[in-house]
């Protein structure tokens, strides 16, 4: 019998999808790319934005279309509100939450589906459905090269215009010991990127102090086992929270070759009453310290940013100290959004007073502000000598792309699929606004 998930949303949505395919596979299901050939089929919603929503509608009606004429299965799980979960309940066959994944093969098993797993009395995941469960299940790494470990789920911060608390629940931070595992097991089997994730990183450890390591701590035990390996690889984590974020970090970050000289710190808005009206809780003030702390400590970090435009209420005036931080602390790259009211989040109950034409104007001023900061930094790159993870062929013909370990974008003049997975070094010969583009020394592949 064969299975296929989608999977909308961020990189805990990518992570989490990966131990649902354990667990189908477990159950004696082969993947497969084609809808239409699965049996069981399934996505991983993600509510915190509107589009991603709309395309779990578009999904489930084709599905429900396809019963008329073959049997079929769905599911749904991943990021979903209490609000959306109450239609899928109608439209989709399952509907769980991610802490029952150890329990889905006997859901399954009551539409009398019988797989060679369901037959084996000592099914590894016939346990007790919570989070501890369902961190324990060894994921179906998508990637040779490429991971991303858990390290806590939920939030606490509750921002105005996210429903992520919502949807995920309260912050509850992994077991040390079991993430330290899954790191060593990572690097034992020579991957090159490794990416922390959580919804607020930074507060690991706070909803049992005394009993895990700190943010800080865990890094630490990382390094020392990456420094101890010999291996050329790159520590990653995203995403922290300013609120909590702690200078320790970054000296931790400077000590050891494989944690990334790379920070993800989202800002949000450059002005402090509307970061007061997001619940952010930390000033902009209290920001321009963090920087200011990284740009000491890891000079060589990139440093890279979430803004949102338009937000309710956002003035001509405020949209303008949002320019203004941007080129203050020179971001590499930000990911900016045009504000949606998404139902559940407190922001929802205002008016979206900002028109259409007004966000798109700010999207378009900002994403132009940036490309100037980014094209600054790119242009420094050139002539220089810099480590490249290969990730793929690129569209132009004859080039490779790849990732700094600042992850800036990387075209390689070389046309070599067996590259991909391993870590080069090129000589950067011209850039762009948001990429570089280099000529191959040589490989790092022995690391």
């Not at 599911?75 to 109450?86: A, H, N, R, Y």
């Not at 009211?341 to 940036?370: C, F, M, N, T, Y």
Request: hydrophobic share 35%.
């Amino acid at each position: 019998m064969k299975f296929h998930l989608e999977t909308l949303g961020c990189q805990m949505n990518l992570s989490d999808g990966e131990r649902v395919t354990a667990v189908f596979e477990e159950m004696g299901y082969q993947w497969t790319d084609k809808e239409e050939d699965a049996q069981v089929i399934g996505i991983l919603a993600c509510s915190v934005r509107q589009k991603a929503i709309d395309k779990v509608y578009s999904r489930i009606h084709k599905w429900n279309k396809w019963k008329n004429h073959k049997n079929l299965i769905t599911f749904i799980s991943g990021c979903i509100l209490p609000s959306d979960k109450e239609k899928f309940l109608n439209l989709f066959d399952i509907v769980f939450q991610m802490s029952e994944l150890p329990k889905l093969p006997e859901i399954i098993s009551q539409y009398g589906i019988v797989t060679p797993a369901s037959l084996n009395t000592n099914f590894a995941f016939k346990v007790n459905n919570n989070l501890s469960t369902f961190w324990h299940i060894e994921p179906n790494y998508k990637s040779a090269y490429e991971a991303f470990v858990p390290i806590q789920n939920g939030c606490d911060k509750f921002c105005t215009f996210c429903a992520v608390p919502y949807t995920r629940g309260r912050e509850v931070s992994r077991p040390s010991q079991e993430i330290l595992d899954e790191v060593k097991y990572l690097i034992d089997h020579n991957y090159k990127s490794i990416t922390i994730l959580g919804q607020n990183v930074n507060s690991y450890g706070l909803d049992k102090k005394g009993d895990e390591l700190s943010f800080a701590q865990l890094l630490e035990e990382i390094g020392k086992m990456g420094d101890a390996s010999g291996k050329k690889f790159w520590v990653y984590f995203t995403s922290p929270h300013p609120r909590d974020m702690q200078a320790d970090v970054f000296h931790v970050m400077a000590r050891y070759k494989c944690l990334a000289k790379q920070v993800h710190l989202p800002v949000q808005s450059g002005d402090d009453k509307v970061l007061i009206k997001m619940n952010r809780k930390h000033s902009v003030e209290e920001y321009r310290k963090l920087v200011n702390e990284i740009k000491k400590v890891i000079p060589q970090a990139t440093l890279f940013t979430d803004i949102i435009v338009g937000f309710t209420g956002e003035t001509d005036e405020q949209f303008e100290n949002t320019r203004a931080i941007l080129k203050e602390f020179q971001y590499n790259m930000a990911y900016i959004a045009m504000y949606s009211p998404r139902p559940g989040a407190v922001s929802s109950r205002w008016q979206d007073d900002i028109p259409l034409d007004i966000k798109k104007q700010r999207l378009h001023q900002l994403s132009e502000d940036l490309k100037q900061v980014s094209e600054t930094y790119n242009k420094s790159l050139e002539g220089k000598s810099v480590d490249v993870l290969i990730t793929g062929k690129h569209r132009r013909e004859g080039y490779m792309t790849g990732l700094t370990e600042g992850k800036i974008n990387v075209q390689i003049k070389e046309d070599d699929p067996g590259m991909i997975g391993s870590i080069v070094t090129v000589k950067v010969t011209s850039s762009r606004a948001f990429s570089i583009e280099g000529e191959l020394i040589n490989a790092l592949i022995a690391g």
